[in-house]
C-alpha cells in the first residue's frame, strides 16, 4: 500500500517531445513506472524515444489506458494542460511546470472543481492535481512520477510531505541512510495556490496501513501549515515530525518559490512552528534533525519498535 | 513586481478608475509647470516603493505653484526613510505633482489573493489612511472582506455591500459600486498580486477617488504584460540582486557574514537557519537551480563575493539527478577560475558522491568538504569567524 501512487498507475507525460519531458519520461521509466505514452498537440501518432504520442489527453486515456499525467507543458499553457487532464478524466495530475501565473491557477482550480463535481455526481471518480511547482510524487519500488532521484529512496512506512523539492530529497536521504524506508513522497510545491495541501496528504497517510509515521515540511507564507496542525490534532493518530525553512527569511521578500513570502507579518515560521508544536508535532529546528528525530519517536511507538528491532 | 504610485495610477486610469490629476515630474521647474497646469494648489508626493511616505516627509501640499517647485527641490535627491524602506531609505528620483481636492471622508479599499479559498478578496474599511494590518490587528470586524469569483467578477451585489460597509450614500454610494467593479477588473487583467487603495477618497463635492494606489504584479504573469514590465525600476532594488537575475540566480541580498550556494529554494531556506542555528548569521538567499553546472556556479561565486560582509562560502548541493562528480567538476573549475578569497565549504550529495569528494579533495583548492548539513553548517560558521 501507498497513497495515489502505485506499480498500476498508468503515466502519460504532457510536453514528451521536450526537453524536460523526454528526459523525465525516460527517467521514470527506467525506474519502473508504467509510462504508457505522452501529448503533444500536433505530434500524435508519433513515437519519441519508444514512447506513443498522442495529439490529446482523451486520445492517450482512450488508446493508452492513462489514469495519471505529468505535466511538463512551459507555464504559458500549464494550466490548459491542466483543464484537459482533469477533463479527460484522469485521476492523478502532477504538474511539475514552475512559474504558472497565479490567474491561470486560480481558472484551473475552479474548473477542476466544477468537473469534479459532476464527475462524482455522475459516479465517476475525481480528478487530483498535486503541484504545480512540485518535484511530484514517489512510492518506492513501485512509482516515481516526477523529477526526484530514484536511487535516494528506500521502500518502507514513512510517509513524506512537503512544500520544497530539495527539501524532500533530504528527508529521503536521511531516512534512507538509517535505514529507514518511505511508503510515498509528496511534493506539494511552492506556488500560493498547490492542487494538494498538507490535510490532503496527512489524511491519506493517516489512512494508510502502510505508513507507520510522517515527515511534513513547510516554510513561510500562506496559512498552510497552521491549517494542518488543526487537523493533525484532530485527526492524526500515527506520529508526525515537522521541520519549516526560513525561520530567518526577511518579511516582505518572496524567497524563491512564489508562495513562500511573509507578507503584512503573516506566514512566519515562528508562527507556523508555535501551532505544529501546540498541535502535539514534533518540530526540529535544523533541517538536519529530521531523519533522527522521526527514528526517534518512530521507535517510541509498537510497530516502530518493532521495525527498528 | 512592485510600480510606482504614479504608474499604478496610470494603470488604473486605463480601467476607468478615478484619480487626482497628476504629472510626474524630474525638476523643480517641471514642478512649477505641472502645478500651474493643475490649478496652482497641489500636492507633491515623493515617488519611492514604500509606504509612510508622508509621515517621513515625502508627502506634501503646496499652496502654490511656486511652493509646488520648492518642495520638489527639497525632495529630488533627498533620501527618504519610513518604517518600510529600513533605517537606509530611498533616493527619491521622481516626484508626483497632483491637484489638491476638498477631503470629507478617506476610507480604505484593497484587493489580494486569499489562498486558503483560491480565490481574489476585496477589503473594504472606513479607517482609512492606516495600514490594513494594523485595523486587522485592532478591530477584525472592523475590515468588510467579499471574496470574489475571478472568473464571474464583482457581481453588483458585492460592490453594493462594500459600499454600504464604507457608509456611504447617495451619489458617493453609487460611485463606490463603479470604482469597485472598475478596480476588480484592473486587478485581474493587469495580473496583479496586490491593488490598495488607501486612502479611497470622497471629496466633499461627492465623487470617489483613489488618492493613494499601490499595485504589485505576479511576476510568473509579465511575459503577457510587456507594458507592466517595463515599468521596472531597477533603482528600487538592490544592485547586485539585478545583476543575480540577469543570470537566472534567485539571490537575495541579508546582512550577514556567511555566503550560501543552494539548489532548490526550499534548501537554500534551511540552509540559512541552519547556519544561523550553528551560530553565524547568513549573507544571502540563493538558489542556484537546479543543474549547479560551472558557469552557473562561477555566476553564483562572482555575486556572493561581490558582497563585501562575505568571510566564508557554504555550498550545499544536493544533486539529485545529477550526478556529484559532475558538481564538484563544476564548483572547481569555477573556483579556479574565480580565485577564491574566502574559505569554501562544501556539502555535496546525491549520486557518485564519494567521486565527487575525491574530485574536490584533488584540486589543491582551499575547499573544505562536509558531511551532512549540520556539519557543513559548523565548519562554515568557524571559518567565517577566523576559527
Known amino acids: 500500500m501507498a497513497i495515489w501512487a502505485d506499480k498500476n498507475t498508468r503515466v502519460i507525460v504532457q510536453g514528451i517531445t521536450g ?22 498537440p500536433g505530434k500524435g501518432g508519433t513515437t519519441h524515444e519508444g514512447f506513443d504520442v498522442f495529439n490529446t489527453v482523451r486520445e492517450a486515456r482512450e488508446k493508452a489506458g492513462a489514469n495519471c499525467s505529468l505535466i511538463f507543458v512551459p507555464p504559458p499553457f500549464a494550466a490548459d494542460a491542466i483543464m484537459e487532464s482533469a477533463d479527460a478524466g484522469l485521476e492523478l495530475i502532477i504538474c511539475i511546470t514552475e512559474g504558472i501565473p497565479v490567474n491561470d491557477m486560480v481558472k484551473a482550480h475552479d474548473f477542476l472543481k466544477k468537473n469534479n463535481a459532476r464527475r462524482v455526481a455522475e459516479g465517476r471518480s475525481p480528478s487530483r492535481l498535486i503541484g504545480p511547482n512540485c518535484p511530484g510524487i514517489m512510492t518506492p519500488g513501485q512509482a516515481k512520477i516526477g523529477i526526484m532521484p530514484g536511487h535516494i529512496h528506500r521502500e518502507g512506512p514513512i510517509g513524506i510531505v512537503s512544500r520544497s523539492g530539495t527539501l524532500t530529497y533530504e528527508a529521503v536521504g536521511q531516512l534512507s541512510s538509517r535505514g529507514i524506508g518511505q511508503s510515498t513522497a509528496v511534493g506539494i510545491g511552492g506556488d500560493p495556490l498547490p492542487g494538494t495541501n498538507f490535510i490532503d496528504c496527512l489524511a491519506a497517510f493517516q489512512a494508510d496501513p502502510a505508513t507507520e509515521a510522517i515527515i511534513m515540511i513547510g516554510e513561510i507564507g500562506g496559512s498552510a501549515e497552521e491549517d494542518a496542525a488543526a487537523f493533525v490534532k484532530a485527526n492524526v493518530t500515527k506520529p508526525v515530525v515537522a521541520f519549516i525553512a526560513g525561520q530567518t527569511a526577511p518579511p516582505g521578500r518572496r524567497m524563491g518559490h512564489a508562495g513562500a513570502i511573509i507578507s503584512g507579518g503573516q506566514g512566519t515560521a515562528a508562527e507556523k512552528m508555535a501551532a505544529l508544536t501546540a498541535a502535539g508535532i514534533h518540530v526540529v529546528k535544523a533541517p538536519s534533525d529530521m531523519g533522527a528525530k522521526l527514528e526517534e519517536v518512530w521507535a517510541g511507538t509498537a510497530r516502530g519498535a518493532k521495525g527498528r528491532a | 513586481m512592485k510600480v510606482h504610485e504614479y504608474q499604478a495610477k496610470e494603470l488604473l486610469r486605463r480601467y476607468g478608475v478615478p484619480t487626482p490629476r497628476g504629472i510626474v515630474v524630474e525638476s523643480p521647474e517641471e514642478a512649477r509647470n505641472a502645478a500651474t497646469e493643475l490649478g496652482g494648489r497641489v500636492v507633491v508626493k515623493a515617488q519611492i516603493h514604500a509606504g509612510g511616505r508622508g509621515k517621513g516627509g515625502g508627502v506634501k501640499l503646496a499652496k502654490s505653484p511656486d511652493e509646488a517647485a520648492e518642495l520638489t527641490k527639497s525632495m529630488l535627491g533627498m533620501t527618504l526613510v519610513t518604517h518600510q524602506t529600513g533605517p537606509e531609505g530611498r533616493l527619491v528620483r521622481k516626484v508626483l505633482i497632483e491637484e489638491a481636492l476638498n477631503i470629507d471622508k478617506e476610507l480604505y479599499l484593497g484587493i489580494t489573493l486569499d489562498r486558503r479559498i483560491g480565490m481574489p478578496v476585496l477589503m473594504a474599511s472606513s479607517q482609512g489612511g492606516m495600514e ?26 458585492q460592490a453594493r455591500s462594500v459600499a454600504y460597509a464604507l457608509g456611504l450614500t447617495g451619489d458617493a454610494f453609487k460611485k463606490c459600486v463603479d470604482f469597485v467593479g472598475k478596480l476588480m477588473r484592473a486587478y485581474v487583467e493587469t495580473d496583479a498580486a496586490l491593488a490598495e487603495i488607501n486612502p479611497l477618497l470622497v471629496t466633499k463635492e461627492g465623487d470617489v477617488l483613489a488618492l493613494d494606489a499601490k499595485m504589485n504584479f505576479d511576476d510568473n504573469a509579465l511575459f503577457r504584460h510587456k507594458d507592466i514590465a517595463a515599468m521596472r525600476d531597477l533603482h528600487e532594488e538592490d544592485p547586485l540582486e539585478v545583476e543575480a537575475s540577469k543570470f537566472g540566480l534567485n539571490y537575495i541580498k541579508l546582512d550577514g557574514t556567511v555566503g550560501c550556494m543552494v539548489n532548490g529554494a526550499g534548501l537554500a531556506m ?110 562554515v560558521v568557524a571559518a567565517a569567524q577566523g576559527r
Open chain 2, 270 to 379: 534551511g540552509t540559512m537557519d541552519i547556519i544561523k542555528l550553528a551560530g553565524g548569521e547568513p549573507a544571502n538567499f540563493l538558489d542556484v537551480g537546479g543543474g549547479a553546472s560551472a558557469e552557473q556556479v562561477k555566476n553564483a561565486f562572482r555575486i556572493i563575493l561581490s558582497d563585501k560582509n562575505v568571510k566564508a562560502i557554504l555550498i550545499n548541493i544536493f544533486g539529485g539527478i545529477m550526478r556529484g562528480d559532475r558538481i564538484a567538476e563544476g564548483v572547481v573549475s569555477a573556483s579556479r577560475e574565480i580565485g577564491l578569497p574566502v574559505p569554501v565549504v562544501v556539502r555535496l550529495e546525491g549520486t557518485n558522491v564519494e567521486l565527487g569528494k575525491q574530485i574536490l579533495k584533488d584540486s589543491g583548492l582551499p575547499l573544505i568538504t562536509a558531511d551532512g548539513m549540520w556539519d557543513a553548517a559548523q565548519k
Open chain 2, 132 to 157: 490594513i494590518e494594523e485595523v486587522a490587528a485592532r478591530d477584525p470586524h472592523a475590515i468588510r472582506r467579499e471574496p470574489i469569483d475571478a472568473v464571474l467578477g464583482v457581481q453588483p451585489f
Open chain 1, 19 to 40: 526537453r524536460e519531458g523526454t528526459f523525465h519520461a525516460i527517467q521514470c521509466r527506467d525506474y519502473g513506472t508504467q509510462v504508457v505514452g505522452g501529448v503533444t
